[in-house]
């Protein structure tokens, strides 16, 4: 018998009620959240390619940054709060989901990437802002970036293909 799930009692809410009984609510939530995704991989790519030597040359770093990290930020939450709703019709069975782990997992080490970037080589940026090869640190942060965040996709999808747990 499966141990204690606290994830079982998301299910019971109203609003997972409705995401698993309304014909439009998985939908329109999943078009929300690919479209939120799109903005948050999209725009993290622009800072990556940045950081990789590889596009937006005649830009400065920080100027990139400014620009396009607050459409990360307002995408990701968007993201957060769809992802959210769609898990919690079948929170208990998304929560043991091998593929749906792996994607917190990848994003998780994306965030600790982040922050490494951001506690490390970032701290100096003032000394390499307009340079065209940004410092290798600042380069591995980007490629890390990249692939984790590639990986997040694949698993995200992923769990369309494998996920067939019914809550009843
Ligand atoms: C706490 C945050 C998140 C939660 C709880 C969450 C949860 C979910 C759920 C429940 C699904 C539906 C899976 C299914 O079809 O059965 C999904 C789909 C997906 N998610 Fe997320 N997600 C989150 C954030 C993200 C982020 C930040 C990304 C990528 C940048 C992402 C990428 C995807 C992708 C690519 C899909 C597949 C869409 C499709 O099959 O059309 N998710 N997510």
Redesign the pocket.
């Given at each position: 018998m499966a141990g204690f799930n606290p994830f079982r009692l998301v299910e019971q809410t109203g609003v997972a009620a409705w995401v698993r009984e309304d014909a439009l609510a998985f939908p329109v939530l999943?078009a929300v959240?690919?479209s939120?995704?799109m903005l948050?991989?999209g725009s993290i790519c622009m800072m990556d390619l940045r950081l990789l030597g590889a596009a937006s040359l005649s830009q400065p770093v920080t100027r990139l940054s400014d620009e396009v990290l607050p459409w990360t930020w307002t995408a990701?939450a968007v993201?957060?709060v769809?992802?959210?709703l769609?898990?919690s019709g079948q929170a208990g069975a998304?929560a043991v989901n091998a593929q749906?782990q792996l994607?917190?997992a990848l994003?998780l080490a994306a965030g600790c990437n982040m922050a490494l970037f951001h506690f490390g080589v970032w701290r100096g940026v003032d000394a390499w802002d307009r340079a065209v090869a940004p410092p290798a640190r600042a380069k591995l942060a980007g490629f890390l970036s990249l692939a984790l965040?590639i990986g997040?996709?694949v698993a995200?999808?992923w769990?369309?293909w494998t996920?067939s747990a019914s809550p009843f």
């Open positions: 999943e959240h690919v939120a995704v948050v991989f990701f993201a957060v769809s992802g959210s769609l898990m998304y749906f994607k917190m994003m965040w997040v996709i995200g999808r769990v369309g996920f």
